[in-house]
């Protein structure tokens, strides 16, 4: 399959810098977006060091076929969700070897969500807030599970949307790189089919654009990049209150 792929990251229209990085890595069909935190230049040198890590075990894993992984592999689970689970584990630890490493870097941490479209499957991965999703004839699902506060809140309690609106701890995640020595990645795959459109967007677009919209935009807006530009235009109007990030990546027949 071919895989035709945008991405764009904005500051948004509260912040100063941007702690968000994303990753796209056409030979692997790779692709990921990382929403950086620990305040000041932190938060930025976790994500940029999750993509790096990442992107670096798949040319490893490339071009070596034997190399020994850092990781036992789960027998359940197929090669290249392995393959992406255990890039993920790499870049944690080596986002807390950086932290160890510099005081400065201290708490820093990164979430991380990512898609790796193989020969006959395509490999969802992600740790923290930022989600993936899929458009396919039409209708747009959500394939992550944030790993929230809130969202533990709502699993625990049905919560009215006023509820919802005005939940004081919206921003806090209970997973991420950087938070422990070990990190459990959740990881599931489908089928990928032509057609196929996938958004992987950092919390700054999920959490202030809705789906309904974002569906809009994705059916109203074949051209890739002009559609992830259209997003963060959405995101910004609507208070801009995070950096924000989108990749989106079509599937073409080859």
Not at 217 to 229: D, F, K, M
Request: hydrophobic share 40%.
């Amino acid at each position: 399959m071919r895989i035709e792929v945008a991405g764009l990251s904005h500051v948004g229209m509260k912040r100063t810098h941007n702690e968000d990085s994303f990753l796209l890595m056409q030979e692997e069909n790779l692709y990921c977006v990382a929403d950086g935190m620990g305040g000041h230049s932190s938060g930025e040198v976790a994500s940029r060091v999750a993509v790096e890590e990442i992107a670096g075990f798949y040319r490893l894993t490339s071009q070596d076929a034997e190399v020994t992984w850092p990781f036992r592999m789960d027998s359940a689970r197929s090669y290249d969700e392995n393959r992406l689970a255990t890039a993920i584990k790499v870049a944690n630890v080596r986002i807390l070897e950086r932290a160890a490493q510099d005081r400065r870097l201290e708490r820093m941490g990164t979430t991380v969500a990512c898609l790796c479209v193989a020969e006959n499957e395509a490999v969802v991965a992600h740790v923290g807030d930022s989600r993936v999703y899929c458009l396919r004839a039409g209708v747009l699902r959500q394939l992550t599970e944030d790993h929230s506060l809130l969202n533990d809140m709502l699993k625990a309690r049905k919560m009215t949307q006023e509820e919802i609106d005005t939940f004081p701890h919206k921003n806090v995640i209970v997973r991420a790189l950087g938070m422990k020595d070990v990190v459990d990645v959740d990881i599931g795959r489908m089928e990928p089919r032509p057609g196929d459109l996938f958004l992987l967007c950092s919390d700054g677009l999920s959490g202030l654009v809705s789906d309904v919209r974002i569906r809009e935009v994705l059916l109203q807006t074949p051209n890739l990049q002009r559609a992830a530009a259209r997003l963060i235009e959405l995101a910004n109007a609507a208070g801009g209150t995070d950096n924000v990030t989108c990749v989106l990546a079509r599937v073409h027949a080859a």
